[in-house]
């Protein structure tokens, strides 16, 4: 059997990744495996990973060659557990790659991308010690940080290479894509000449940079991601969940320093998602809560087509309303008549950890 040189992808699929993102990202995976499939190199030793965490963490795809590979859907879940996903990767590193001993050559150093949209919602420092200790000089991570909204400094302690990958357009999906791509051809190439296994494709510094920590500062973030602001809702007739995505004003986000009541949240889409998110969600309650006035625009529901997917119950939470007399909350069974559709008195509302 031929060396193998393992892929893991590891990848933050919380709740401010829901809609086209999460999409991209699936898209992007399935035309990764497409090209490496037509790659001589890399049908040889290349062997792909997928992982995911958000709340939890779950394997998509157990380790396997490319010519078997078959994409994977993405779920969503709430929060953003790197602690989580690191331990989940180490585990799958344990039980499937084959170390080299004096009757066999194990496998090439392997390559991990991780991609996170958000600040960890979870103690991260048990999981960086034994990332540290046990893995760091045993592969090779490339930490792409998508949007600027996560915290670079921690994603240094794992890794030399951290990388932001302005995730403006599907364009610029598909850029960083080809990036990816090239890289794992490359480094699979270089396994082929007994290279390194390791060889980064050069960057369009206008998609993808590498993050210099020497010389510009790189700030800090909070504890909740704050591109945007996801709100959970479960449809009254459906009963199923749904997510509401705002995406901060970015005229205004000069001024998040100074005063956070002059935010603005605009409205991106409501996504239904399925009841797996909720497995997939932390049990962590941290509270954030968003003042609806803080928000513009409010979506239908993506479930039942009811015209407000946007009202609050009086235990707290969302749901959809129509044009029925009386509602039954889908949350605690409440029925009443009806209250606040957005024009009301503002009312402050728990978000998601994103
Ligand atoms: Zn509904
Ligand atoms: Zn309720």
């Not at 010519?67 to 929060?79: A, H, N, Q, T, V």
Request: proline content about 5%; charged content about 20%; hydrophobic content about 35%.
């Amino acid at each position: 059997m031929m060396r193998r040189l393992p892929i893991f992808f590891l990848i933050d699929v919380s709740e401010s990744m829901v809609g086209e993102q999460i999409q991209l990202v699936e898209e992007g995976l399935a035309t990764i495996i497409k090209e490496l499939k037509s790659d001589p190199y890399a049908l040889e030793t290349v062997y792909v990973s997928i992982l995911v965490f958000a709340g939890q963490s779950r394997t998509l795809v157990p380790l396997q060659e490319i010519i078997s590979f078959y994409p994977p859907r993405f779920p969503i879940g709430g929060g953003t557990s790197l602690g989580n996903g690191l331990g989940h990767l180490m585990y799958e590193m344990r039980r499937n790659l084959i170390k080299t001993t004096s009757e066999q050559k194990g496998d090439w150093k392997p390559i991990v991308f991780l991609f996170t949209d958000g600040v960890p919602t979870d103690d991260t420092s048990a999981a960086i010690k034994e990332w540290k200790t046990n893995w760091q000089n045993q592969c090779n991570l490339v930490a792409v940080s998508f949007g600027a909204e996560t915290d670079l400094h921690l994603l240094r302690e794992l890794t030399e290479h951290v990388l932001l990958f302005k995730n403006t357009s599907a364009q610029s999906y598909k850029e960083f894509f080809r990036w990816v791509t090239a890289s794992i051809k490359s480094s699979s190439e270089s396994v082929d000449n007994n290279g390194s296994g390791f060889d980064l494709a050069k960057t369009n510094s206008d998609v993808i940079s590498k993050v210099d920590f020497d010389n510009k500062p790189v700030p800090n973030k909070g504890y909740i991601d704050s591109n945007f602001a996801v709100f959970a809702a479960k449809c009254q007739n459906t009963k199923k969940p749904y997510l509401i995505k705002y995406r901060r004003d970015s005229q205004q986000s000069d001024l998040r320093d100074l005063d956070i009541s002059t935010l603005s949240y605009r409205l991106v889409g409501a996504f239904p998602v399925d009841n797996s998110y909720f497995e997939f969600s932390s049990d962590a309650s941290v509270s954030s809560k968003v003042s609806t006035d803080e928000l513009v625009g409010f979506p239908a529901c993506p479930s039942c087509g009811n015209q407000y997917g946007f009202a609050v119950c009086r235990c707290g939470k969302l749901h959809c309303v129509g044009n029925e007399k009386f509602t039954t909350c889908p949350w605690c069974g409440n029925q009443g008549e009806y209250g606040f559709s957005g024009s009301n008195d503002p009312i402050n509302i728990n978000r998601t950890q994103g």
